[in-house]
C-alpha cells in the first residue's frame, strides 16, 4: 500500500540532513587539522627533548660517552599523563643510554639531515619517536638519539578540541532542526485551515474558497479549486436545467398518450378507437424519437472531459447516410444529393457521433425544408461537411437560439422537441469543429474540421 508523503517530513528532511551531512563533512576535517596540529606541537616537544639529550653527549678519551646524571633523568621521563623513553647508541651499535626497547627506523636509506618521526608501538602502547643523528667533535663515530613517548596528552588535546569544535554545530544543529519544526508548523497552518474550512462544507456549498489568510504559493492551488468548483457549478445548473426540461418536453406526449389510451378504452366499436390510436402512436413516436436525441446528448458528454477520436472516412460516412435517407424524403416529396468525389476524406473523429450529427441535420432538412436537400464535402482549405435545403429558412434574429436546447422557432410546424441544432452544436464542439449556419434562401448547416 503507497503510502502518503508529509510534507512537512518532506521540508524538515531536505533542510536538517544535508545540515548534518556538513556538520559530518566539517567534523572529519576538524579531526584531520587537528591531528596534524596536535602531532606538529608535541613534536617540538620530542624534538626539544632529543636535542637536550644531545647537549649530555661527551667525549673522552676518543671514546663517545653519555653523562647523565640520575636527577637529569627523572626530570627528563617526568610527566603526569605520558610515559618518555630514550635511547641513545653509537654508530658501531653499541648501546651508551636508555632503553634497548625504543623503536628505531628501519630503512636503511633514512635522510638523518632532518629529525625523523615514526609511529610505533612499545611495551603494548602506542608511541611516537623521534630520530636524530649526532656527530659529537673529536670522534669519527656517529651517534643516534631516539626518543619514545605516548599518545595520552595528544590524544586528550585531540578530544579537547573536537567537541570544543563538534558540540557548539551539534547544538546549533539541534536548535535549527527545532527552530525549523516550529517554523513549518507556523507555515502550514493555513494549509490545515483551509482543510478544516473545505472539510467543514457542505455537499452542496459549492461557493469560492476565500483566499484572504491563504500564502501566494497556495493561492494557485485554491485559484485552481475554485476554478473547478465554478465549472462545478455550471455544469449542476446546466443538468439541472437540462432534466426539468426534459422533464418538461416528456410530461406532453405522456399526458397525450394517457388521454388517447383513456379515449380508446371508452369506445366499443373498433373504428371509432382508430382517431384515439392513431395519436396514441403519434406520442409513442415524439417519446421515442425525444428518448433518442436525449440519449445522443448524454453521450456526447463524456464524464472524463475529453473524448477518444480516431480516424473516420466522412466521405463514406456521409454518403451511406444520405442513402438511408432517401426514402424518407422521397416520403415529402423531397430530393436528396450527395456531392463530392469518390476520393476519402478522413478527420479526427467519433463515427458514431458524426452519423448522429448528419442524421439530425437531415431530419431537420426533412422536417422544415422543401425541394433539393443538398450534402457537400469540401476538402481545402480544411475538411467540411455542408448541409443545404431550399425552405424558407431561419431568420437572422433566431439563429443564436436556435442551438439552445428544447428551443423552437415559434410558428414551427411539426412536432419537434428542439433538441437538433443542439445535438449539432454538442458534437460539433467534441470534435473541436466550427459550425456556421446560415438562415436566408433556406438553411444552411457547414461543419469545418480542425486540420491541426
Known amino acids: 500500500m503507497h503510502k502518503t508523503k508529509s510534507l512537512k517530513t518532506e521540508i524538515l528532511s531536505r533542510l536538517v540532513i544535508p545540515l548534518i551531512f556538513f556538520v559530518m563533512v566539517d567534523a572529519v576535517l576538524s579531526y584531520f587539522v587537528t591531528v596534524h596540529y596536535v602531532d606538529q606541537a608535541y613534536d617540538r616537544w620530542l624534538l626539544d627533548s632529543a636535542r637536550s639529550l644531545i647537549q649530555e653527549i661527551k667525549v673522552r678519551q676518543n671514546k663517545v660517552v653519555v653523562d647523565l646524571p640520575q636527577e637529569a633523568l627523572e626530570i627528563f621521563k617526568w610527566d603526569e599523563q605520558d610515559k618518555t ?23 636503511v636509506a633514512t635522510d638523518w639531515s632532518l629529525p625523523v618521526y ?11 619517536v623521534i630520530s636524530m643523528r649526532a656527530s659529537p667533535s673529536g670522534t669519527q663515530e656517529q651517534v643516534f638519539i631516539h626518543v619514545a613517548e605516548t599518545l595520552n596528552k595528544r590524544r586528550a588535546m585531540m578530544t579537547d578540541i573536537l567537541l570544543a569544535d563538534l558540540i557548539p554545530q551539534i547544538v546549533f544543529v539541534v536548535l535549527t532542526g527545532i527552530y525549523l519544526l516550529s517554523g513549518l508548523k507556523r507555515g502550514l497552518h493555513p494549509l490545515h485551515t483551509l482543510a478544516q474550512h473545505i472539510a467543514g462544507r457542505s455537499s452542496r456549498d459549492l461557493s469560492p ?43 406532453t406526449p405522456l399526458a397525450g398518450l394517457k388521454l388517447q389510451a383513456e379515449r380508446a378504452l371508452r369506445e366499443q366499436d373498433i373504428a371509432a378507437m382508430q382517431p384515439a ?21 448524454a453521450r456526447s458528454e463524456p464524464i472524463g472531459g475529453e473524448y477518444e477520436l480516431s480516424p473516420v472516412d466522412l466521405c463514406a460516412l456521409a454518403k451511406k447516410t444520405c442513402i438511408d435517407w432517401v426514402p424518407k424524403a422521397l416520403q415529402r416529396d423531397m430530393d436528396i444529393s450527395f456531392e463530392s468525389s469518390e476520393e476519402t476524406l478522413w478527420v479526427q473523429g467519433d463515427e458514431v457521433l458524426l452519423r448522429e450529427l448528419l442524421v439530425n441535420l437531415l431530419d431537420n432538412a426533412v422536417a422544415y425544408g422543401q425541394g433539393q436537400i443538398t450534402v457537400s464535402l469540401q476538402r481545402e482549405p480544411e475538411p467540411g461537411l455542408t448541409v443545404k435545403d431550399e425552405g424558407p429558412g431561419i431568420p437572422d434574429t433566431e439563429i443564436a437560439k436556435v442551438f439552445e436546447r428544447f428551443y423552437r422557432i415559434p410558428g414551427s ?38 486540420c491541426s
Open 209 to 251: 474558497i476565500p483566499e484572504s489568510h491563504v500564502f501566494l504559493e497556495v493561492r494557485t492551488l485554491t485559484d485552481t479549486i475554485n476554478d473547478v468548483l465554478e465549472q462545478l457549478t455550471l455544469a449542476i445548473a446546466t443538468q439541472q436545467r437540462f432534466i426539468a426540461n426534459a422533464a418538461h418536453q416528456l410530461r
Open 85 to 107: 623513553y630514550f635511547k641513545i647508541i653509537s654508530s658501531g651499535q653499541e648501546m651508551l643510554a636508555g632503553d634497548a626497547q625504543v623503536p628505531e627506523p628501519l630503512s
Open 277 to 297: 390510436l392513431m395519436q396514441v402512436q403519434s406520442s409513442a413516436d415524439r417519446m421515442s424519437h425525444l428518448t433518442a436525441q436525449l440519449l445522443v446528448l
Open 413 to 450: 410546424p411539426g412536432n419537434g422537441c428542439g433538441l437538433g441544432l443542439a445535438i449539432v452544436k454538442e458534437i460539433a464542439e467534441l470534435h473541436n469543429a466550427q459550425l456556421k449556419l446560415a438562415g436566408a434562401g433556406g438553411t444552411s448547416v457547414q461543419l469545418l474540421f480542425n
Open 118 to 128: 615514526i609511529d610505533e608501538s612499545m611495551y603494548g602502547e602506542p608511541v611516537r
